[in-house]
């Protein structure tokens, strides 16, 4: 479930980096809030509220997630993620992404540096452990040319969105989401109406995983996840709007319930 908490997290976040490089064209540093939910089988099980704050081409996004009162009873989640960096040759680098949540008795906290789409340094507290058979132990060269989770979801107006492959590393393993496009879905939230490009996701994991781990298999043989992305008016990028992340208890939904209001 660690796994899946990351992948809600970064994709919520992906669509305020959106917002917040269209906006930091202008010329006044700007500072704006979005919100999401997060349903499981139809029932609210989440509600993320992020804060953006652009100078330039320069970006500062700091968000907080949190378990619904339903969920609450269940396992208690609270979760916070900040991430800095610049725009330079059509591409968002990240120098700083910091990831942290408490769920239950359990407290994970991931610090990654950045230089040029390389891990400059990477820090889990508490350690995470490699250990059992079958570990796949990342080397130096899964640390080079990735993308981190949020800013590995943006591009820019010009590109295409799918199909591509998405080198992703966030903290402790190295995988690979490979997009493919499955057309144009009707989208409508505060702040947006009009067409998302729907992309198929299949996760292929790298490095820094266990085979054999039931989860990384079903995540492996996934067929049915998706997401979508939508571009906005006054912008020059894309970013997701939507997502479906089928799990063995049921399927997660997150939806933009604002976007660019």
């Known amino acids: 479930m660690r796994r899946v908490r990351l992948t809600l997290l ?5 669509t305020i980096l959106q917002l917040s490089l269209e906006t930091g064209l202008r010329a006044e540093p700007v500072k704006f809030q979005t919100d999401y939910s997060v349903r499981l089988i139809g029932i609210p099980v989440a509600y993320a509220s992020f804060v953006s704050e652009v100078d330039g081409t320069s970006y500062k996004i700091s968000g907080n997630l949190q ?31 910091v990831v942290s949540y408490t769920s239950g008795k359990d407290a994970q906290k991931t610090e990654i540096e950045f230089r040029e789409g390389n891990v400059k ?21 899964d640390m080079r040319s990735v993308l981190d989770p949020l800013s590995g979801l943006v591009f820019p107006g010009s590109s295409k969105v799918c199909p591509r492959s998405l080198p992703i590393f966030d903290g402790q ?33 790298k490095a820094g995983y266990r085979k054999g ?5 079903y995540l492996t043989e996934l067929k049915t996840m998706e ?11 894309y970013a997701p709007v939507y997502a479906k992340v089928p799990t063995k208890i049921g399927q997660v939904i997150v939806a933009a319930t604002r976007f660019g209001g």
Not at 10 to 14: E, F, K, T
Not at 178 to 191: C, E, I, N, Q, Y
Not at 227 to 237: N, P, R, S, T
């Open 227 to 237: 997401i979508w992305f939508a571009k906005h008016e006054q912008g020059d990028l």
């Open 121 to 141: 340094s990477s820090v889990n507290t508490p350690k995470r452990k490699a250990s059992g058979a079958g570990w796949v132990p990342l080397s130096a060269g």
């Open 213 to 217: 781990s039931s989860g990384i298999q």
């Open 67 to 97: 378990t619904s009162a339903i969920s609450d009873i269940i396992l208690k989640t609270r979760g916070s993620v900040s991430v800095l960096g610049t725009q330079a040759d059509d591409r968002l680098w990240a120098s700083s992404f």
């Open 173 to 205: 393993s190295r995988v690979t989401l490979h997009l493919t496009p499955k057309g144009v879905r009707p989208f409508r939230t505060k702040g947006f109406s009009g067409d998302a490009i729907a992309c198929s996701v299949r996760f292929e994991p």
């Open 10 to 14: 970064s994709l919520m976040m992906a």
